[in-house]
């Protein structure tokens, strides 16, 4: 298939960039092309595995995009020590464009401009909050204030456009309160109704997880909102006003970061902490490893650090010297990238883990661990996959000098386990993993793997990624395999039955042209999904959202969100692929973020009945 002329225009331009500066530099200016040498070169002019080209980087990203990678994103520790000028110079030298003006406002859009006024602040029964809808983390809501067969009546209401290039998270919705972050770094109170916006806070980092909010017992009926973020930090708000009531630092390594959206339970908040250091470990001057995963209790009112449970048990230690002269540390690894799971009733906390890094092992990665929800003392750890090695890298031909051996599969546990009742009563934890396998262990047995039933080939970038909804009967699970060099890869929507594991259905979504075109255009499914009492939501790469009947697998309603929508905050919240958070249903609504780091998309959608 011919490329569009506008991308062939594109890739020459960007042959055309040399790689530093052809006129002397301004005196005193940083110098771009030594900064490039230096920091990143290694990797992006010799690019292996899912580290993109240089000539991909001038293409595809913005340098607004570069400066938030070398700042807050997955870069940041390639750029430690530069300053915001350097920083700069780097982003306009690998892009060869200047950084844009200044962003909309952030509030644009205010409820007292309307003519609104904030409506009381409290939970009801129809509320979505935080990632799982309950401590169980189901992604089932039996009382969404709509039905299966309202679906085909679904038409949009209105559409809210993030200051940023991707939307993160998932919100979550209180009454007539919409909580979300998006990918702009900041938090957002909206009117769930209009889309107006209440307050918003600038958070200093990008945040990727949900928000929580609850009423703290004792505080004079103040509510506060938790969330957590790329700089491995924890926030508590006032959920009324947007004021900062505490920040807390919950890991100490430069590459920790917080994607566990938290769970508030008792007082008490508890997330976990992954960190990017599998991907800054592909320079072969990097020290890898050090960081361990970890699951972090919180007091909800101080923020103060009740226990920290790591998840690779023994510290790293000094190993090898690699061929780049670098000192090796191991063992490593083991992040936890979801929303923990609450087992009220046996006092325990469960938690999926990734893999590792390092050549040194551990009996926690790819696993799903018990915690003692009072003290974080390991109460059992259910292990799927022992050898499971790997960093950015180690795929090609010519493999980085950090590289594990022997190399894994990275088959993490991304979604959160969910601790699923069935209809006789009995519970099963079930959990997805990159391997394509979903499994189902016995809380009551010490986690014992009962059945296992794989849905799709494994991989790095797919296999089943953010999460299953069940129902009591069944489990929903998204899978994919999306390939990340050619953007491209099937995706699908399978039923499993809880009690034995065996496959129910499954629908291959169709393979249709996406928006923006047939380059880089995946049908593959790894959002998290969202059941109701007879239907099942769950949203694609090529930006179709669709609803399916939770018995046949029948779909009921289906849109596609890659478009470009008048916002009610101004300009054009403009949709695309569907990644990470789901779809959230809340008193008669569905809320959805459409765009993602892998297509470009700053939405936040809101439907009902009719428009109405």
Known sequence: MKQPIATLLLWAAALQVPAGPTAPPVEGAPDAAA????????????????????????????PEEIIDALTTGIMRQQAAGLSTREIRALAVGITGKEPAAAGPDPDANRCRATGSTAPPLSTQPGDWNGWGHDLANT???GSPGLTARDLPRLKLKWAFAYPSRAAFGQPT?????????????????????TGCTHWSHATGSVVRTAVVVTRLPGEGGRVAAWFGDDKARVHAIDASTGDALWTVQVDEHPGARVLSTPAYH?????????????????????????????????????????????????????TRINTAGT?????????????????????????????????????STDAVIALDLATGERRWTSQVRAHDSWILGCESATPGANCPSPLGEDYDFASSPILATLRNGRQRIVAGAK??????????????????????????HGGILWGPAVDGKRAYVATSRYDYGTGRG???????????????WTHPAPVLDCAWSRDRC????????????????????????????????????????????????GGTARGGGMDFGGQIIAHGMLFVHSGSTRTRGNALLAFSIDGK
Not at 35 to 62: F, G, K, M, N, Q
Not at 343 to 348: E, K, S
């Open 435 to 460: 391997s394509g396998i979903l499994y189902g262990f016995d809380p009551e047995e010490r986690g014992h793997l009962i059945w296992q039933v794989p849905l799709v080939a494994g991989s790095s």
């Open 490 to 504: 099937p995706g699908g929507l399978s039923a499993v039955d809880l009690a034995t594991g065996r496959l129910l």
């Open 139 to 141: 992604r089932f809501h």
């Open 173 to 193: 919705v209180l009454g007539d309160w919409l909580f979300t972050a998006g990918a702009g770094r900041r938090v957002y109170a909206l009117d769930a109704r």
């Open 522 to 569: 995946s049908q593959g499914q790894i959002a998290a999904v969202t059941a109701i009492p007879g239907a099942v939501f769950s949203g694609a790469l090529d930006g179709r959202l669709r609803a399916y009947a939770g018995r046949t697998g029948k779909v009921l309603w289906q849109f596609d969100t890659a478009q470009d929508f008048p916002a009610v905050n």
């Open 266 to 318: 008792d007082g008490r908040i508890y997330l976990g902490v992954s960190s990017n250091e599998e991907v800054a470990a592909a320079d072969p001057k990097y020290e890898c490893c050090t960081f361990r995963g970890s699951v972090v209790a919180l007091d909800a009112r101080s923020g103060r650090i009740l226990w920290k449970s790591y998840t690779v048990r023994e510290a790293p230690q000094p």
């Open 35 to 62: 900064l490039y040498a230096e920091r990143c070169a290694a990797c992006h002019d010799h690019p292996r595995d899912r580290i993109p080209p240089r000539i991909s980087l001038a293409v595809y990203r913005t």
């Open 327 to 363: 000192q090796m540390y191991g063992p490593a690894g083991g992040a936890v990238f979801s929303s923990p799971t609450i087992d009220v009733q046996r006092g325990l906390l469960y938690a999926g883990t990734g893999d590792g890094y390092t050549s040194e092992g551990s009996d």
